[in-house]
């Protein structure tokens, strides 16, 4: 049975994702489609990258990853689509600044730039339905992808928000908040341990202080903050039964300093 994955921008009124599940039931045998999501915000490159991290590399090696988010091509290929191989899965997306952020410090097997010839359509307003079912398709009948086209090193890079480690506080910001209005931090628990150390530390939102990570959301009482650490690794703001977004203000960009202190 041949996995593929969908991650898009598309939302669920539209006929798209009926339009590409049918094309990929019709022309890959024994197929399975598996919706990631298809509520990632319209052209928001970061967000869809951090879901495709945290998401497609737990599936079996030979999946397949459908990625459409902001990945519309022009004819003079501004942006080139490729298919990425990388932990013997399948990647299938535009080098629009967005495989740099899912691939971030790993090492891809192999980086495919796909030529012109594979393109259904004179049209390029539907690259999943008009070119990467094909692409998918032909990878699984095991045609090697060096034969979609041509051989590129790099991605097109596109800057993450980075926290800043420093000595006595930690400069950090929301970078991704979820459905139940949890916060973010651009900073991993191995990242605040190795820099906090054997030291206390605190962290102030609105009239709250922070000054411990809490193992579960009911460490707290309900409607108090909390932070946490996600099933991501990265630190989380969070409220027990409510939301961070709503009550603190935790959006996206919001920053947030983390002081240490020394014992």
């Known amino acids: 049975m041949q996995l593929v994955t969908l991650t898009t921008d598309w939302g669920y009124t539209d006929h798209y994702i009926g339009q590409v599940k049918g094309r990929l039931y019709s022309t890959i045998p024994d197929c399975q489609v598996i919706d990631i999501t298809h509520n990632v915000p319209k052209f928001n490159m970061e967000k869809g990258a951090f879901i495709v991290r945290n998401t497609c590399f737990g599936f079996p090696p030979n999946t397949i990853h459908i990625i459409d988010v902001s990945c519309s091509e022009n004819s003079d290929k501004h942006f080139q689509h490729i298919v990425v191989k990388c932990k013997d899965q399948y990647f299938i997306c535009t080098d629009n600044g967005m495989p ?3 691939f971030n410090s790993m090492k891809p097997q192999k980086i495919i730039g796909i030529t012109n010839t594979y393109q259904e359509s004179n049209y390029y307003t539907f690259s999943a339905y008009d070119l990467f079912c094909k692409v998918a398709a032909i990878i699984s009948y095991e045609t090697p992808i060096e034969d979609l086209g041509f051989e590129m090193s790099d991605f097109v890079k596109r800057k993450s928000m980075l926290s ?3 000595k006595n506080n930690i400069q950090c910001c929301v970078f ?7 916060a973010f931090l651009n900073i991993t628990i191995d990242e605040f ?4 150390g054997n030291n206390s530390f ?6 709250s202080e922070i000054t411990e990570i809490s193992k579960s959301y009911d ?4 409607g108090e903050p909390l932070l946490t650490v996600s099933s991501t690794g990265h630190l989380q703001i969070a409220m027990n039964k409510d939301s961070a977004v709503e009550l603190l203000g935790c959006t996206v960009g919001r920053q947030f300093v983390i002081d240490i202190i020394k014992r």
């Open 176 to 182: 991704y908040v979820d459905s139940y209005g949890n």
């Open 219 to 222: 460490d707290v009482k309900d």
């Open 100 to 102: 740099s952020l899912i």
């Open 164 to 166: 800043v480690l420093n």
């Open 202 to 207: 605190s962290l102030r939102i609105e009239q």
């Open 193 to 196: 341990l190795s820099t906090v």
